[in-house]
């Protein structure tokens, strides 16, 4: 038995088909009982020839049916059309009466076009069928009735092996609410959520509102835990503006989708002139910024990128990578101390980086209240190397990546990067080379950052530890906050401090909760949320400026500049240098006295100092 839709079944099944229309068509034209035998017979072999002939050239024997589509539809157009041409002009030659066998033919022509289309379009037919059979569907509920919504909906008419059944929209817009798209009513607004999906037995939703503010996509989260229906969103504004969006790419909701802020995307064409065909140096290319850094840069194609880093293991991954993303590239991995001055001077000399990416520091907040010294020394004489380095050897650009927690910093970590923020202002006056600095908050997914603890936690079925309920942070995702720093490089650059838009602050608790319900519990049910205290060092809130310090806007919309603080730049290189021997001395009572001396605004928190502090997260 011949496979349905094989070249030989569409081959017999059209001479049937052929044979049938010129039937139907003298039929159709002749009196009854008709005397159409002797015609038909004389007619009937030319036409299959050329038809199957014609069928052939227009490639009726090599599509896959089951996809059959409109294009398919013309290529039986022209082929039958062309075919019945050439039978015409052959019948015409032969017989005396044109108009009858003109509108005979013409008959056929179009019998033609409705059988050969059909015998394609049935297996396409067949499968929707087959797969229309699906059963039981999730009953759906689209949130946003704008483009993004009308694109899911019709992929899911499209696809209906998926199972699913689209109820109806939400949408908070009031001139849309009753009508409807693909025939599917706008149901309500989004305060309606729980009552329409209790009514209508919802099973999903999917949020479909690609510019929604995190404040939105939390209250629909919200919303849905207390209904306890899962819940998907689509991708973002450039997947709906290019009409990228299937229903492959609608996706589980992830806690950057929480902050709603709209995706940076880099500027290729405003830093290559900085950064294409530069020899880059990325310190703490190993870590979670650093490496995102280099993967960045890389697409600018630098002449050469310097990894640099006193963690092995990270470095050397983030090297792998690049090297089997970019064959071509000149990477060089360095495992190098920046507190070494003799070999940071090195590698300076022998490199001569033109463009410095300053990631490397000493970051864990507690950690470093228990190690005061080792961050003095890190953050700032490790910094001061660089810097002196990248004077002496003419680096173009350099850009100190800085903290939020340097602001009227109660930790040691925040006074070390505030006096790294300081030193560009010793080294920018009197060189050539371009100091700045970039400012930013927490950053999703970084390695100590409470998103990857709250996931540790939730799987091992809580608790979740929050260190107090009014507890707030910024937060950035860390490819935007690298393409905010990468871009920072054409602002300009003498000794300045770039702040970074983080969008609205974030309550800590709120995210717990949200990361528990996209896991699928019920906070403080299933999971519970237990608030630890604030750690040493740690503020209740995070700020972006100094008390003394402004803000004026730059070319980028997302990219602001403080304005700098006013002091003695002989008074502060001696005071680093004092503060800098204190902590090679090892004398961390003596270090944190001087950190005050520096910077008056610096008021230490200091208490429970322990190692369970440590283990905690805010």
């Given amino acids: ?258 902050l709603g802020r709209e995706t940076v995307h880099l500027d290729l064409a405003g830093i290559s002139p900085y950064l294409g065909g530069k020899r880059v140096l990325v310190t703490g290319a190993g870590g979670s910024i650093g490496g995102e850094l280099c993967r960045q840069i890389t697409r600018v194609n630098p002449s050469q990128l310097i990894l640099l880093d006193h963690n092995e293991n990270g470095v050397y991954y983030v090297g792998r990578d690049l090297s089997k993303e970019n064959p071509s590239l000149a990477t060089i991995t360095l495992i190098v101390d920046i507190k070494d001055k003799g070999r940071i001077d090195q590698i300076f000399a022998d490199y001569r980086p033109e463009i410095v990416f300053h990631a490397a520091a000493h970051k864990h907040v507690p950690l470093m209240e228990m190690n005061p010294v080792e961050a003095v020394k890190n953050n700032v004489a490790g910094t001061r190397n660089l810097m002196e380095s990248a004077v002496r050897y003419g680096t173009e650009r350099f850009l100190l990546i800085s903290t939020d927690k340097a602001v009227n910093p109660t930790s040691i970590m925040g006074a070390s990067k505030r006096i790294a923020e300081l030193l560009m202002q010793l080294y920018v006056k009197d060189s050539a080379t371009n100091f700045a600095a970039v400012r930013f908050g927490n950053v999703l997914g970084s390695e100590g950052s409470v998103v990857p603890l709250f996931k540790k936690q939730i799987a091992e079925k809580g608790p979740l530890t929050v260190t107090h309920p009014d507890a707030t942070r910024y937060f950035m995702t860390i490819p935007e906050a690298v393409s905010l720093i990468i871009q920072a490089l054409n602002l300009g650059g003498r000794g300045e401090v770039f702040l970074l838009d983080m969008g609205q602050p974030i309550k800590i608790v709120d995210l717990a909760r949200d990361m528990i319900t996209l896991s699928g519990f019920e906070p403080d049910r299933e999971i519970k949320i237990e608030f630890t205290g604030l750690r040493p060092g740690e503020k209740l809130f995070e700020e972006l400026l100094t008390a003394t310090e402004g803000t004026t806007a730059t070319k980028h919309r997302q990219i602001f500049k403080a304005t700098p603080d006013i002091f003695d730049r002989a008074l502060l290189k001696r005071d680093i240098k004092k503060l800098t021997d204190l902590a090679e001395q090892g004398d961390a009572g003596k270090t944190i006295a001087k950190l005050k001396e520096i910077m008056p605004n610096y008021q230490p928190n200091r208490e429970k100092i322990t190692a369970e502090s440590l283990s905690l997260t805010t």
């Fill in 1 to 258: 038995m011949f496979k349905n839709g094989s070249p030989i079944f569409l081959l017999i099944t059209d001479i049937a088909l052929i044979s049938l229309a010129l039937m139907l068509a003298f039929l159709i034209q002749s009196e009854w009982p008709p005397n159409i035998y002797l015609p038909y017979t004389k007619i009937l072999p030319f036409a299959i020839l050329i038809r199957l002939i014609t069928f052939r050239f227009f490639g009726l024997y090599k599509g896959i049916w089951r996809y059959t589509g409109v294009n398919e539809f013309f290529s039986v157009f022209k082929a039958v059309s062309i075919g019945s041409g050439i039978i015409i002009a052959l019948v015409l030659g032969l017989e005396r009466r044109v108009g009858y066998f003109v509108s005979v033919l013409t008959i056929d022509w179009m019998l033609n076009i409705g059988f050969i289309s059909a015998s394609r379009f049935m297996p396409r037919l067949m499968a929707q069928f087959r797969k229309s059979s699906y059963i039981p569907r999730a009953r759906v509920l689209i949130i946003g009735a704008g483009d993004a919504g009308e694109m899911v909906a019709k992929e899911i008419i499209k696809h209906p092996e998926l199972a699913y059944k689209v109820i109806g929209f939400i949408d908070d817009e009031p001139k849309k609410l009753g009508k409807h798209i693909h025939n599917f009513k706008v149901l309500g607004t989004r305060n309606d959520i729980v009552n329409i999906a209790r009514r209508e037995i919802i099973d999903k939703v999917i949020i479909a509102i690609p510019s929604a503010p995190g404040a939105v996509v939390r209250d629909i989260v919200a919303h849905c835990e207390k209904i306890k229906v899962k819940f998907d969103i689509v991708p973002g504004v450039y997947e709906i503006i290019t009409g990228d969006v299937s229903i492959n790419q609608i996706r589980e909701v992830k806690p950057e989708d929480l």
